[in-house]
């Protein structure tokens, strides 16, 4: 059924189509890819503080002052504090006198 | 690798530039699908390709590398094409009764263009025509670009062939 009819009409749908020029249109998709990529990153920056600051008034602050107050004495009357302190003292006396 | 496949790989590691020059290497082919599928109106054709665009840059790493990089992008054309005619629903999507019920004033060789016949198919004839025959895909691959079945597609390619050869020729 291939008689010269439907050699022209597949020769003419098989032309490639006409080239569109660029005309600007790839630095448009490039710019509108920028933009949405600092969307994004604004987003990924905003969403988890906007969090932190929502939770802000339920955090336990009062209780987190009252804990902080309480804990230099409770840190001075702890024995293994107080071993491991000077411990460091002593490793740091030491190695400036190796150093010399 | 070829050289899309190079910069399909730094595009999904985040490098705009990588994707600026794929976008330059496939604009042609794809702004040319959408201006085939929207009968030739630039302006409406080239929304859709930015849009396209977008898309294949939000998704690139899903693109596996199974096949022309140019048909994955087809597929994101043809797909945006048909969110967009549902939304404006300008034509029906499988109306190949277009040519069959229209008056019947063919033009002929001389008055009509293959544009112009085109435009008188349904969407989905235009598309698997353009996709088979202006650029190379087999049946099989215009199949998964249009994602239709094989033989929906052969049947699209048979009858849009059928109508444009009948608009074509005109009154014998």
Known sequence: MNDGRTDALDALLARPLDEVADDGFSSRVVARVSASERRRHYLAFLVPLIGVCALVPFLPFSEFGDTMAHLPPMLAGSGPIALALAALILTFSLEQRLRA | ?172
């Not at chain 2, 030739?40 to 665009?53: K, S, Y």
């Not at chain 2, 693109?63 to 404006?88: P, T």
């Not at chain 2, 998964?144 to 390619?157: A, F």
Request: charged fraction near 30%; charge should be positive.
């Open chain 2, 1 to 172: 690798m070829s050289e899309d496949q190079a910069l399909v790989q730094r595009a999904a590691a985040g490098d705009a530039a990588a994707f600026g020059a794929l976008t330059r290497r496939h604009q042609s082919k794809v702004r040319g699908f959408l201006r085939r599928l929207t009968r030739g109106d630039p302006a409406a054709a080239d929304d859709l390709a930015q849009e396209t665009f977008l898309e294949a840059w939000r998704k690139i790493a899903q693109y596996r590398g199974e096949g022309a990089f140019a048909g994955w992008l087809f597929g994101i054309a043809w797909s945006r094409f048909l969110m967009e005619r549902r939304k404006r629903r300008e034509e029906p999507l499988d109306d190949v009764s277009e040519i069959a019920g229209a008056d019947p004033q063919p033009a002929s060789l001389a008055r009509i263009d293959l544009e112009k016949a085109m435009a008188r198919l349904a969407p989905a004839e235009r598309a698997a025509l353009t996709l088979c025959y202006a650029f190379g895909h087999s049946h099989g691959e215009a199949a998964e670009i249009l994602r239709l079945p094989l033989g929906t597609v052969k049947s699209h390619v048979l009858r849009g062939r059928e109508k444009l050869q009948a608009l074509l020729e005109g009154p014998s």
